[in-house]
């Protein structure tokens, strides 16, 4: 059965290929503290018996400026991937920014430009159902705690991917003709403490207004059964990350 499109465009930009990298390392991590946990159990010695304070691990996080019109805050300095796709109404352009921490947790935020006679065909929900179910198709997991977000009044969806490598956090906005998905892989022993802090950090900058959309039973734009011409895996490179946005562009954030 061939992907729908978004799945396709997932596959270039969600970093499929550092997710079942980390799988491994994932479960390797889990294992040596399960270990390790073990070992230095010890019977408590008196002294202070009050739990030592949790550092917030968003604290330390630095903020991404895309040059795409977008920031967000990431644990570290993301690498970078851009391409385009050939699909029948045109081209797509993607990027993807993406990270995975010494424990093992993948943060990634990307972006899908479609044209914008694709998006006026389709409803906002339908492209948000697809990125969705792109990601959990290639996950093999299941969705739950499944929301509907809004960013400055653009339509989003939050929800939770439980699947054999990990758990996600993911959330997908619809804004004018772009597709943004946002995602935090993770072993759920080990937990991924930063990960809300990540997802409600994006930021807009000069966003284009709402893509005015067909009525029912207009054309389809071009997009047909949504059919991806081309390959969407092609390695695209790192570039250089955190391009700042000129000064007085304006920064909107979405919903928690």
């Avoid at 080990?190 to 994006?202: H, K, R, T």
């Amino acid at each position: 059965m061939p992907m729908p499109p978004v799945s396709r465009l997932l596959a270039a930009v969600a970093t499929l290929a550092l997710i079942a990298a980390a799988c491994a390392g994932q479960q390797k991590t889990a294992d040596n503290q399960q270990a390790s946990s073990t070992i230095e159990e010890v019977p408590h010695e008196g002294g202070d018996t009050g739990a030592a304070p949790t550092a917030d691990p968003a604290a330390a996080f630095v903020q991404v400026d895309a040059q795409e019109g977008f920031s967000v805050k990431m644990p570290s300095k993301p690498q970078e991937q851009r391409q385009k796709v050939t699909i029948p109404a045109g081209e797509v352009a993607t990027a993807a920014y993406s990270l995975q921490t010494p424990e093992g947790v993948i943060y990634s935020v990307s972006i899908a430009d479609y044209p914008e006679k694709v998006v006026a065909a389709r409803p906002p929900e339908a492209f948000l159902n697809e990125g969705r179910d792109g990601l959990t198709n290639q996950l093999k997991g299941t969705v739950s705690n499944e929301q509907e977000i809004t960013i400055d009044g653009y339509p989003g969806k939050s929800y939770t991917v439980s699947s054999p490598n990990g758990e996600v956090k993911a959330r997908n906005y619809l804004v004018g003709p772009r597709l943004y998905t946002m995602l935090v892989l993770y072993n759920p022993s080990i937990g991924a403490p930063g990960a809300d802090a990540f997802l409600g950090s994006l930021a807009l900058v000069n966003p284009p207004p709402p893509v005015e959309r067909a009525g029912a039973g207009g054309a389809d734009g071009g997009v047909g059964d949504g059919g991806i011409e081309g390959d969407a895996g092609v390695d695209t490179g790192a570039v250089d990350a955190g391009v700042a946005p000129d000064a007085g562009t304006r920064r909107r954030r979405g919903t928690r």
